[in-house]
């Protein structure tokens, strides 16, 4: 579990601030309980100004209420909670399981279902959270358009993607790669969908890369 202590400080609200520059909780893609360890020890949300990475990320915490918070951390705000949480409490996620496959599913769905309650959440007060995404695209020879590739791109239209700056980068004998950037919202747009968009040009493209990937 990451650590953070001395929040009242300016060096240590500078460090979680620089922690969560490119991410948007504090571990993993899900609230935790790292994130109710540290939320707790803040007393008030953050200078914008000072830690705009924490003040994000305070200001989402704090739209979930007291009990869901409860829930990441494994306790529970009340009894009734506690009685619907049972049968997912029974599940060992550290445990050791024979079936390697249906242990890693388990996982993956307590992820993709607290991934989506988070989402609701943020749906209902209004809030659209964003991220800067930066992708390379890697052509297959020298005499590639990317010109043309670039016009192609920008033709892709999902909702909540907002394509941004491009420009050509070389990497190596003579050939250049095409280096995109654009704004998603993330309840509406995933990125390996704008990825397998760009490699259905598959007459120009290669692969594809996400560099960096920022929440703003």
Excluded at 64 to 69: G, I, K, L, V
Excluded at 70 to 86: E, Q
Excluded at 106 to 134: N, T
Aim: a negative charge.
């Amino acid at each position: 579990m990451a650590v953070f202590e001395n929040l009242d400080t300016p060096k240590g609200l500078g460090e979680l601030n620089k922690h969560l520059a490119e991410r948007s909780y504090i571990e993993g893609y899900t609230p935790s309980a790292s994130d109710v360890a540290v939320f707790s020890q803040l007393k008030a949300a953050p200078e914008a100004s000072k830690a705009p990475h924490v003040a994000r990320w305070y200001e989402h915490i704090a739209f979930f209420s007291a009990a869901d918070r409860a829930s990441w951390s494994g306790a529970s705000a009340a009894p009734a909670a506690a009685a619907a949480a049972k049968t997912d409490d029974d599940f060992d996620l550290f445990a050791d399981d024979e079936d390697d496959t249906e242990h890693e599913k388990e996982i993956e769905r307590r992820a993709q279902e607290q991934l989506a309650k988070s989402k609701a959440k943020q749906a209902e007060k209004g809030i659209v959270m964003k991220s800067a995404v930066v992708i390379d695209v890697k052509p297959w020879e020298d005499t590639t358009d990317l010109v043309e590739l670039e016009r192609l791109i920008r033709e892709i239209e999902i909702d909540g993607l907002e394509w941004k700056a491009a420009k050509l980068i070389p990497i190596g004998y003579g050939i250049k790669k095409l280096s995109i950037s654009c704004h998603v919202e993330d309840n509406k747009v995933s990125v390996d969908d704008i990825q397998d968009k760009i490699q259905e040009f598959e007459d120009f493209v290669q692969s594809t890369d996400v560099v960096t990937f920022t929440k703003l």
